[in-house]
Nanobody, 116 residues
Framework: QVQLVESGGGLVQVGGSLRLSCAAS????????MGWFRQAPGKERSFVSS??????STRYTDSVKGRFTISRDSTTVTLQMNSLKPEDTAVYYC???????????WGQGTQVTVSS
């Protein structure tokens, strides 16, 4: 099993920045990819960004390209979020793809609120 703990959410004004972190522990050798997802009120959870455990491959949803940057340092994955918009408001979840079987380990979520 892999345990994931997110941190770094909060309240920020439009155009501001936040850095989310996700610390992984446990059987981290089984991780193939780490991702960030978000869920806004009344909406389904959606993909934001992901990074291969080796760090060489990153992916972003179109709406955050050029504003968000995902990175990994040891067992912590960071999502740097710049130029935040009200539509970025959501609960952000960190997830781990274990053994290439899909995102099957999730963190508890952290709230990001962007005020206009």
């Amino acid at each position: 099993q892999v345990q994931l703990v997110e941190s770094g959410g909060g309240l920020v004004q439009v155009g501001g920045s936040l850095r989310l972190s996700c610390a992984a522990s446990g059987r981290t050798f089984s991780i193939t990819r780490m991702g960030w997802f978000r869920q806004a009120p009344g909406k389904e959870r959606s993909f934001v960004s992901s990074i291969s455990w080796g760090g060489s491959s990153t992916r972003y949803t179109d709406s955050v390209k050029g504003r968000f940057t995902i990175s990994r340092d040891s067992t912590t994955v960071t999502l740097q979020m710049n130029s935040l918009k009200p539509e970025d408001t959501a609960v952000y979840y960190c997830a781990a793809d274990l053994n290439g079987l899909g995102y099957n380990s999730w963190g508890q979520g952290t709230q990001v609120t962007v005020s206009s």
